[in-house]
């Protein structure tokens, strides 16, 4: 009789660098080959968001290591299928002295492991150490290691090179046209430039399962003059390119207004108005909050959508439901919306959501708002990016729901960075 296979051991014994991620992109288990390359050991790694042990290269301004791989295992997470990686530089910290980053070339593999309910449990990070072969290759200084390696890794790229060729053959062949207007229509009409100067912002957006790349549900950010900013999300009904044209107009209109009113409930206002010309936009929600970081002040007002939740460090959770109004074009007349304020201390976080993220068929959404400040309370330690793949991987949303989800997290400061109109 065959004996039982120490599936334990034999990814220990593996000879490529592997790691098994959670949902929320925490490391799970690493194998020794990866503990090897990289200079750290298991104790080290596990229990760890892969990208607060693998950042970036900050003394490379053009490095995106981060922002590839975490596109990548999104990838997976959205989709559930196995994701190749091209060559890519991603620098590595010297163990011992993690101010200090050593060049690094890899190719990787990030491959789903599915649960009983068919949705992503795992993901296993597979990758190779390509610096060698790419130093040699720019220096032509083939004797720097033995000929028998390079042949293996000269072959491993290459295998890899074919694997993703023939991968972009396939999605060229499947739905090409209707995809690449899809995906350029989100890009465009979910781009914030004004986010790019917040790193203690983090957003995530997912389409409802097995729709387009595109949806009705958005975020956005918008800077204000005397260190302040304005955060929101909207939820137009329906999915694909109908709800998301509408989407693109509506978060236009509200971006246009925050720069020329006074405060959320005037914004709001004005989108209320428009959204009756718009084709569609009825019945849509949005909430948007004001961040004064000078007097540690939130004002917000919301148009028919649920609460942002304000995270205290002790996991407490104050819903932001004082200036719930119906949602935008409602009303035959125009009535001024309500706008309320609340006090925040630095450490705090704030987040917007839409509805994707809390509703479940055939339950009370207070029911949903309970399970949100649950997950929250668990979150406390965590920046702004772990902590919305965190709220994904363990509201089981990782892989996608039957609704469209937008998230905005913000951990809250003392100060922003300053003011650009531009």
Same mark, same amino acid.
């Given at each position: ?11 220990? *014994? ?45 003394? +490379?301004?053009? *490095? ?18 196995? %994701?190749? &990686? ?27 492991? !599915? ?9 296993? /990070?597979?990758?190779?150490? &390509?610096? %060698? ?36 053959? @396939? ?6 046209? @209707? ?11 979910? /781009?914030?430039? %004004? ?31 005397? +260190? ?11 999915? =694909? ?5 509408? &989407? ?35 019945? *849509? ?34 819903? !932001? ?25 630095? =450490? ?28 929250? *309370? ?45």
């Amino acid at each position: 009789m065959t004996s039982e296979i120490d599936y334990p051991g034999v990814f220990a *014994a593996l000879p490529s660098p592997c790691l098994v991620l959670g949902t929320d992109l925490v490391i799970a288990a690493a194998n020794q080959a990866f503990c090897e390359v990289t200079g750290q050991s298991r104790v080290e790694l596990l229990g760890q968001y892969l990208f607060d042990v693998f950042p970036d290269n900050p003394a +490379d301004p053009e *490095a995106d290591g981060v922002d590839t791989l975490k596109a990548s295992l999104h990838r997976v997470l959205s989709t559930g299928q196995t %994701d190749h &990686m091209a060559l890519q530089k991603y620098d590595i910290p010297v163990p011992g002295n993690p101010e200090v980053f050593k060049e690094r070339w890899w190719t990787a593999i990030n491959v789903p492991v !599915l649960g009983l309910d068919g949705k992503v449990a795992w993901i296993i /990070h597979r990758s190779e150490d &390509m610096t %060698d072969v790419v130093r040699a290759h720019r220096t032509a200084q083939q004797s720097a290691f033995s000929p028998g390696r390079e042949a293996a890794m000269e072959a491993e790229l290459y295998a890899r090179a074919r694997q993703l060729q023939q991968l972009n053959e @396939e999605l060229r062949q499947a739905h090409a046209r @209707e995809r690449r207007v899809a995906v350029t229509l989100q890009e465009a009409m979910l /781009h914030s430039p %004004d986010l790019a100067r917040h790193p203690n912002i983090a957003v995530r957006y997912l389409p409802a399962t097995g729709s387009l790349n595109v949806c009705g549900d958005w975020y956005d950010a918008v800077d204000l003059p005397a +260190d302040r900013f304005t955060v929101a999300v909207g939820d137009v009904v329906g999915h =694909g390119l109908s709800a998301a044209t509408v &989407m693109g107009r509506l978060r236009s209109a509200l971006s246009a207004a925050t720069r020329t009113v006074h405060g959320p409930a005037q914004a709001l206002e004005a989108l209320g108005l428009y959204a009756r010309s718009v084709e569609g936009a009825l019945a *849509a929600t949005a909430v948007q909050v004001l961040v004064d970081c000078h007097s540690h002040l939130l004002v917000y007002s919301s148009a028919g959508h649920p609460p942002p939740v304000l995270l205290h460090p002790d996991g407490s959770c104050e819903l !932001l439901d004082q200036a719930t109004d119906p949602p935008l074009g409602a009303r035959p007349e125009h009535v001024p919306r309500p706008q309320a304020n609340a006090t925040y201390t630095p =450490g705090d976080t704030l987040v917007l959501y839409t509805d994707g993220l809390i509703e479940r068929r055939g339950e009370d959404i207070d029911a949903g708002l309970a399970r949100l400040t649950s997950t929250l *309370a668990t979150c406390t330690e965590f920046g702004a990016e772990h902590l919305a793949d965190a709220l994904l991987a363990r509201l089981g949303l990782a892989s996608g729901a039957g609704d469209d989800i937008a998230i905005v997290v913000v951990r809250l400061e003392r100060m922003t960075r300053p003011y650009s109109p531009g």
